[in-house]
Nanobody, 123 residues
């Protein structure tokens, strides 16, 4: 059973930084995609960034240059360093995994989800 556990959410002021981490367990069968999504109440969930096990990454335009992924395939972890945070980044952030490549940049391609971690940015 694949399990994803997020950590690192919290509250910071605009311009600050946070680092989210996701640890995956239960998968040892081959290449896979890990990703971060976010959702604000009343809005659709959106992809933030994806990382495949070959090292290819993809970022939403709204976070390019501010957010950076780090992945450790040996530990099955994916971290998201978020800098220059804006109030518009406030959301519930979810870690997801897709047991295939290439990564889909949408939520219906994902096979497993974490429970989420809340990020709140105050102005």
């Amino acid at each position: 059973q694949v399990r994803l556990v997020e950590s690192g959410g919290g509250s910071v002021q605009a311009g600050g930084s946070l680092r989210l981490s996701c640890a995956m367990s239960g998968w040892t069968y081959g290449p896979y995609c890990m990703a971060w999504f976010r959702q604000v109440p009343g809005k659709e969930r959106e992809a933030v960034a994806t990382s495949d096990s070959d090292g290819k990454t993809n970022y939403a335009d709204s976070v390019k240059g501010r957010f950076t992924l780090s992945r450790d395939n040996a530990k099955n972890t994916l971290s998201l360093q978020m800098n220059s945070l804006e109030p518009e980044d406030t959301a519930m952030y979810y870690c997801a995994a897709e047991m295939a490549l290439p990564c889909d940049f949408n939520d219906y391609g994902m096979d497993y989800w974490g429970l989420g971690t809340l990020v709140t940015i105050s102005s």
